[in-house]
Nanobody, 124 residues
Framework: QVQLVESGGGLVQAGGSLRLSCAASNSLFSAEYMAWYRQAPGKQRELVASITSTGSTNYADSMEGRFTISGDNAKNTVHLQMNSLKPEDTAVYYC??????????????????WGQGTLVTVSS
């Protein structure tokens, strides 16, 4: 089994910064893609940023330039550096990973995993 463990959420004033981290609990997991999503109260979950195992990144338009996603393939970790935070960035941020689990000499088909979410609150 694989669990995604998130950390780094909290309360910050507008204009401040936070760094979120996510780590896969199983060392036999090989992530092909990791991402951060967020869900604000009353809104749908939306993609914030993603990174592939080859290092290609993608950002939602409203986050590009303020947020930076980075990852460590060997440790199956992903980070989200958030700068110039705005009150509208307030949301629960979720880590997402698509990858394969190595077991009994072979890799499983790729599967989607989600973290439990970490709350980011930006005060005005």
């Amino acid at each position: 089994q694989v669990q995604l463990v998130e950390s780094g959420g909290g309360l910050v004033q507008a204009g401040g910064s936070l760094r979120l981290s996510c780590a896969a609990s199983n060392s036999l997991f090989s992530a092909e893609y990791m991402a951060w999503y967020r869900q604000a109260p009353g809104k749908q979950r939306e993609l914030v940023a993603s990174i592939t195992s080859t290092g290609s990144t993608n950002y939602a338009d409203s986050m590009e330039g303020r947020f930076t996603i980075s990852g460590d393939n060997a440790k199956n970790t992903v980070h989200l550096q958030m700068n110039s935070l705005k009150p509208e960035d307030t949301a629960v941020y979720y880590c997402n990973a698509l990858g394969r689990l190595y077991s009994s000499g072979m890799y499983s088909p790729p599967r989607d995993y989600w973290g439990q979410g970490t709350l980011v609150t930006v005060s005005s």
